[in-house]
């Protein structure tokens, strides 16, 4: 079965600091890898998302994330928070390419001026 | 063009009522998935549907029911609502599900509370 591990459900960083969130993901097949964004009362906004090829990804707002099969992860980073960049983030695994999505619990990312 | 819309936006329930949730896909996405978010987890998935049937159900209870319309859209039911039934419950729809990968939208969900 598959599974999505975030490491921390609070982090925070300095406005210009580096951003690392990490997530560990369980899959018995090649996966589909996302990461979400979602701001207070609001759904959810895809940041980036690695479905074949290169395992470095870039989304958007500077966001990247790194595939690492041996490792089973998909951590998110940004190289200098902003404030704006406050807000939950969920990763998530999909096997099916049917939408079924499985998220992970979700990192609240707190940024500090 | 018009994203994945949800109504209502907020409702309040009692206990042992039942209450239908509605989606509308984006123009030209046949499937819609849904999704239960209670305060302080990620989503969990209910349902998908695609072209009008159902082709996934998560470890839902069977008062979670759905179905999807001729024009795509899609309405959650749920009965003998519960306490923790309260979450924020999201749709999601995409061109095709089969194959190769085309990405979901979410809409801004329905927050619905049980009292």
């Known amino acids: 079965a598959q599974s999505v591990t975030q490491l921390g459900s609070h982090v925070s960083v300095s406005e210009g600091a580096l951003v690392l969130l990490r997530c560990n993901y369980s899959s018995s097949v090649p996966p589909y890898l996302f990461w979400y964004v979602q701001y207070p009362n609001q759904g959810l906004q895809l940041l980036l998302k690695y479905t074949t090829g290169a395992t470095l990804v870039k989304g958007i707002n500077g966001f990247e994330a790194e595939f690492k099969k041996s490792e089973t992860s998909f951590h998110l980073t940004k190289p200098s928070a902003h404030m704006s960049d406050a807000a939950e983030y969920f990763c998530?695994?999909?096997?099916?390419?049917?939408?079924?999505?499985?998220f992970g619990k979700g990192t609240r990312l707190h940024i500090l001026p | 063009d018009a994203g994945v819309t949800q109504s209502p936006t907020h409702l309040i329930k009692t206990r042992g009522q039942q209450v239908t949730l509605r989606c509308s896909p984006i123009s030209g996405h046949k499937s819609v998935s849904w999704y239960q978010q209670v305060l302080g987890q990620g989503p969990q998935f209910i349902f998908q549907?695609?072209?009008?049937?159902?082709?996934g159900r998560g470890n839902f209870p069977d008062r979670f029911s759905a179905r999807q319309f001729p024009n795509y859209s899609s309405e959650l039911n749920v009965n003998a609502l519960l306490l923790g039934d309260s979450a924020l419950y999201l749709c999601?729809?995409?061109?095709?599900?089969?194959?190769?990968?085309?990405?979901?939208?979410f809409g801004q969900g329905t927050r619905l509370t049980v009292v």
């Open positions: 549907y695609y072209e009008k049937e159902e082709r």
């Open positions: 999601a729809s995409s061109f095709n599900p089969q194959g190769a990968y085309t990405e979901a939208f």
């Open positions: 998530a695994v999909s096997e099916n390419r049917d939408d079924k999505i499985i």
